[in-house]
Structures are given as C-alpha cells and as structure tokens.
C-alpha cells in the first residue's frame, strides 16, 4: 500500500476538506443560536456564599488532645468502619481510651475506642 503525498489543500483532498470546514462553521452557527436561546440575564440579587469548612488537625492545643492523622491505625480503621464518610475531627485521650470527636453537624458529637480499635461507646 503506498503513502498518499498529496499536498493537504490539493484537489485531491478538496472534496473532503470543504465539506468538513463547512460542517465545523455549521455547528459553531447551531452552538451560537443555542446560546442566544437559552442564555438568561443573570439574577440583580447577589447572595453570599456560607461555607461550613473543617479545619483539620485543629484541636491539638488542648492537653492530651490529638490530630485525626496522629490516631492509631486500629482506631481510626474502628471508626471508619463504625461512621462511613465521616471523618474525625480530632481525639483525646481520656484513661487509655480515645474519645475521637466527630465533624459539627453530625448526630454524634465523640465516640470512644480501645486502643486496640473496640468500640466503647457515643455520645
């Protein structure tokens, strides 16, 4: 099979890259006219936008207050698998037990675990 050398804008290739040129400006008439037709003039009421942000590893100020990244690997396995998609906020230990302190807005406020991952109890 040999190689086709023509030139890319040569009567050869006329046929197919007229209608291909005039397909792309059709398309960018049609995207054009969509947009004039849907477009909607944008609200004059401006609202602020509220963002509920955790600040992570924020409670490590207090005595025997820890990150969520400083728990140990059975504890924080035991609360991922007890409080799917919830992550911890920060934990504190209480008597050897990790009281680990769940997001703002969630049904439980701490959950306590065993060092060895066992769940106690929440609160």
Do not use: C, N
């Given at each position: 099979m040999q190689k086709d050398r023509a030139a890319p804008f040569s009567k050869k290739h006329r046929r197919?890259?007229?209608p291909?040129?005039?397909g792309m400006i059709l398309i960018g008439l049609v995207n054009v006219f969509i947009g004039f037709c849907v477009?909607?003039?944008?609200?004059?009421?401006?609202?602020?936008i509220k963002l509920n942000l955790i600040r992570r590893d924020a409670a490590v100020d207090a005595i025997n207050t820890i990150a969520p990244s400083e728990?140990?690997?059975?504890?924080?396995?035991?609360?991922?698998?007890?409080?799917?998609?919830?992550?911890?906020v920060g934990a504190t230990i209480?008597?050897?037990?990790?009281?680990?302190?769940?997001?703002p807005g969630k049904p439980h406020?701490?959950?306590?675990?065993?060092?060895?991952?066992?769940?106690?109890?929440?609160d």
């Open positions: 197919y890259w007229i291909v040129t005039g477009y909607q003039k944008p609200s004059d009421k401006h609202e602020a728990l140990p690997a059975e504890v924080m396995r035991a609360f991922a698998v007890k409080y799917p998609q919830t992550l911890p209480i008597s050897g037990a990790y009281v680990v302190q769940f997001p406020q701490t959950a306590t675990f065993k060092p060895d991952g066992t769940f106690v109890r929440e």
